[in-house]
């Protein structure tokens, strides 16, 4: 066993490495991509033999066969996609006053949700959404290999005993049929709504000016700007500081915070059984964050790396840029200090990986202003719009439906929102649905196909601890796979 997680941790390391470039514009995508597809294979090798892991192998040697067999709809899916952002990001530029908008989901998350114009906000959102006579060929085109493409995974594990990929997926994740994860999310849906509209009827306001997706953001942020909210302006080293106090505090561990240079925190750590190492997080050029193993080649006794924006280390941060750095700081502690202990973290936590990101939003955004009075209206908005984003949580569920439908032999033609929550309408009046999982990647490529279930059950699951566990266990959650997968499995129904 040594010799294995030495074989593990080798690999880890070359994959760190590899990521490490990319983020940093070093390599290009296609030979990041040939060269970490073929690591993937080398540890699923690696760990075939070994029980707790023998699923994580099949599953990347079922992802490996799955490509192999449909490279050509991959790369045609790929290319129609740019075709498409083209068409729209023109459509986009010739609207008066919208020439700065495009299809980077960044540009326009700002702008559905910064824009006080509501025929803007239409114009913008049917342009994306509409199937109309400039992109109606090529959205056909999409349509029409999408559909190809899941049925060649539902083929292939039709062939290994399973009904569909979607089942694959719910059995290999949560050891749960499809109909378990689709009634519990139903459920939660439907207390979601229960909780928008108690909001609306506490500030004598109608629930419907929320569902059109349009306008949506623009009614909420207008509701928070009404009530003066506390307000959010934090450099990234407060935002730092405040959370590792909190572990020093609250855990056995120590967290010494270093700010080495312009682009680069370290984040020193010591624990109850004398192990140090540290955490790295790193200014990056690109329009992302990620947070991934990390490896002494990339930076001295370092186990995960953060990588954050330029913008996130060199201006104030507002709620958006606190709830994204919180969430990948939980990643950067979960990653880190369940590597050092050994075992394979994307196999472990493959059911929960998000639970510790999400925990830290609510454990961290109530810090915030846990010594700032909020009066009841405030309170109520900010645990159902800032917290707890109730709107952006039934979307989430909304897509995990789709995801659902598309994995189990739904076409996309065939994807109504009349019955999209396991038969019943979905909250929001989409005028189309087709066009949604075009512009949902994790639906088409990235390891998530077929499982996007798992973040809203994984929000589920950190909002419940969130309000149960005491502070002197929260570091356990971040660390143990085993608690955190029994707190998943006896969630589900």
Not at 170 to 189: A, G, Q, S
Not at 208 to 227: G, S
Request: with cysteine; hydrophobic share 40%.
């Amino acid at each position: 066993m040594e010799f294995i997680m030495q074989n593990i941790n080798s690999i880890h390391s070359e994959m760190a490495i590899l990521h490490d470039k990319y983020i940093l514009e070093q390599i290009s995508h296609n030979n990041f991509f040939l060269t970490f597809s073929q690591l993937e294979k080398k540890l699923a090798d690696c760990v075939i033999h070994i029980p707790n892991w023998e699923g994580f192998a099949k599953d990347i040697y079922i992802g490996h066969g799955i490509y192999n067999g449909n490279v050509n709809v991959f790369n045609e899916i790929k290319n129609l996609k740019n075709i498409i952002r083209f068409l729209t990001d023109k459509l986009l530029s010739d609207i008066s006053g919208m020439n700065f908008i495009s299809t980077d989901k960044h540009h326009l998350k700002s702008f559905f949700s910064d824009c006080n114009n509501i025929d803007n906000l239409h114009i913008a959102y049917e342009v994306k959404h509409s199937i109309n006579d400039v992109n109606k060929e090529v959205l056909n085109k999409i349509f029409y290999l999408i559909d190809k493409m899941v049925g060649a995974r539902n083929y292939f594990v039709q062939r290994l005993g399973y009904k569909d990929f979607a089942s694959y997926k719910c059995n290999y994740l949560f050891n749960k049929d499809p109909e378990n994860v689709k009634n519990t999310l139903e459920i939660y849906y439907h207390k979601l709504i229960s909780s928008l509209k108690a909001l609306c009827d506490h500030f004598g306001i109608d629930v419907k000016q929320f569902t059109d997706p349009a306008t949506f953001r623009m009614y909420q942020k207008n509701l928070v700007n009404r009530l003066s909210l506390p307000c959010f302006n934090f450099h990234l080293s407060e935002i730092l500081g405040l959370i590792f106090t909190y572990f020093n505090k609250h855990s056995q561990a120590h967290f010494s915070i270093e700010h080495e240079s312009m682009n680069r925190y370290v984040i020193r750590v010591s624990t109850h059984n004398d192990r140090s190492f540290c955490f790295v997080i790193q200014v990056c050029q690109i329009q992302c964050t990620v947070t991934a193993i990390s490896c002494d080649e990339i930076f001295d006794s370092s186990v995960s790396t953060t990588y954050l924006k330029s913008a996130l280390f060199h201006q104030p941060l507002g709620i958006a840029e606190i709830k994204t750095v919180v969430h990948e700081i939980g990643h950067l502690i979960s990653i880190g200090m369940s590597s050092i202990n050994g075992g394979l973290y994307h196999s472990d936590f493959r059911a929960t990986i998000e639970i510790p990101s999400q925990l830290s939003e609510h454990i961290f955004l109530n810090e915030l202003v846990c010594n700032t009075a909020m009066n009841e209206s405030q309170k109520m908005v900010f645990d159902n719009f800032i917290c707890m984003d109730v709107l952006d949580e039934m979307r989430q569920i909304e897509f995990a439906f789709i995801d659902f439908y598309l994995h189990s032999g739904v076409a996309i033609s065939d994807l109504t929102p009349e019955k999209l929550i396991n038969g019943s309408p979905c909250f929001f009046n989409y005028p189309t649905i087709q066009t949604k999982p075009v512009y949902l990647e994790h639906i088409i490529s990235g390891g998530r196909e077929g499982a996007y279930s798992l973040y809203p059950l994984n929000n589920i699951v950190a909002h419940s601890l969130s309000a149960t566990i005491p502070p002197t266990c929260i570091l356990d959650y971040y660390t143990n796979a085993e608690m955190l997968n029994n707190a998943i499995h006896s969630m589900i129904i």
